[in-house]
């Protein structure tokens, strides 16, 4: 059985269209224009093109974008400053500060700097603890994209088996939280899990976020499974680079009901639910 090709590329686009239909009413009828603020601390090549592209697609959406870029040996003082006149300024709805940031800066302490309010990432720990215990929150855009993409897929979720694989702040445990939420009975399969193999092929949906290529073969997919790849990954085969998610692509793709390509799967859509996050942020910041 060959799978559906979950296409993010296109799904993307149209939360964009969203999006953008919404920026336009915001200022229409209220003449306010939603502002995203980036923050990218030093050079790392991967965060200044993702970077951009946030800028990018912020305008393109009709929204305002401040970025700030600052020196790789900026202090956590600095750092702090910015952050903090950023959530004073009523112009800037949501906050992002890249990660990673440079090795000696905490990443916790800044991130819990930005007003809860404002956090689009969803990664401060009010919000990590509202989607926790099921409250109104700000959910983090690659998770929120993979149960979007999900919930079109398939209606209801409810009283499917996944398993997330990496349990990382940003993708595993959110996703994880996303799915209980809508009433999957949920695993967090990890470097340490037993028999992971078996683990997955339980699963009616799989949620490969590693950032290890190709590391989930086909043979490891219950038939028909939907399988969420979160993985970008950069490798040299045949002479070229080439990007690969974190499941083998052909032999998944022959087991599996449906699956996100890498790249045009759950990339495109990170942006775009930053972007709705962001008129959220304003939405809820003007009553
Ligand atoms: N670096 C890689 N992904 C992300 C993300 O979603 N948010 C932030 N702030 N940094 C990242």
Known sequence: MAANIIDGKAFAATVREKVAGHVARLKEEHDITPGLAVVLVGEDPASQVYVRSKGKQTVEAGMNSFEHKLDADTSEADLLAVVDQLNKDPAVHGILVQ??????????????????????????????????????????????????MLRDYHGSLSGMDAVVIGRSNIVGKPMAQLLLGDSCTVTIAHSRTKDLPDVVRRADIVVAAVGRPEMVPGDWIKEGATV????INR?????KNVLVGDVDFASCAERAGAITPVPGGVGPMTIACLLANTVTACCRANG
């Open 99 to 148: 990660l990673p940031l440079p090795g000696h800066l905490n990443e916790d302490l800044i991130i819990n700097s930005i007003a809860p309010e404002k956090d689009v990432d969803g990664f401060h720990i009010s919000n990590v603890g509202l989607l926790g215990t099921g409250q109104k929150s700000m959910v983090p855009c690659t998770p929120l994209g993979c149960l979007m």
């Open 228 to 231: 969420i790849d979160v993985g």
């Open 235 to 239: 490798i040299e085969r045949d002479g």
